[in-house]
């Protein structure tokens, strides 16, 4: 039954592939997104007077951080960051890290995510836009001015290791590490960037990989017939 169980592990690891793969083509459109991958690994049963046996494990999984494409929206309130950097989501369970940028103001002037969460600027404190503003300027590196007048600096945020970084959801990251404000941080008013999945390459490895699923599918369906087979000629 080895050969089964080595077949299954790889059959077991391609369908959390095919999940993943399946999951980034559908965030191919999503503002903000970062494509996953998945990391396949090898584990060896070694037993005293057995054949050692290899098995395959595809459960840890890693993001890619690629600038996604940038692009011109002409929303008042729409904000993409320009390199590193992300920007800072006060959320009921603690602040978060996003790239997602389409923000909107609350009834109380907040500046604020799809889903309702404030925006902090770089000291921490949440964005605020005064109902009553008949004209918004960012600059470059996130200033923010509303009728001439400079209110604070949209936070963009970075972390030392980007591999510390947890995923929540589709867009927000919750960060394990030190979090610290970028000292020359690159910020685009009325822009959005997009998700850095490349849709082809995705749905050409989602081929790949239902080629793969079935090629396993046929082998454990030989197996057992040969299994099978044996049995039957044993019983003889």
Known sequence: M???????????????????????????????YRQQGLVFSEFIRDMPGNPSLSMSRAEARNTSFQQGVLTETGGQFDFAIEGDGFFMIETPSGNRLSR???????????????????????????????????SIDVGNDGTLSVDGQLLGQIGVYQVVDLNELVREGSTRFRPQGDVEPVEQPVVLHRFLEGSNVNAIVQVTRLVEIQRAYELGQSFLKSEDDRVRGAFKALMR
Request: aromatic letters at 4%; charged letters at 15%.
């Open 2 to 32: 080895d050969t089964a169980y080595v077949t299954l592990s790889r059959q077991s690891g391609l369908m959390n592939e095919m999940r993943l793969v399946a999951n980034n083509i559908a965030n191919a459109n999503t503002t903000g």
């Open 100 to 134: 997602a940028g389409s923000f909107s103001p609350n009834a109380e002037g907040d500046l604020v995510t799809m889903d309702g969460h404030r925006v902090l600027d770089s000291n921490g404190a949440p964005v605020f836009i005064p109902p009553d503003a008949a």
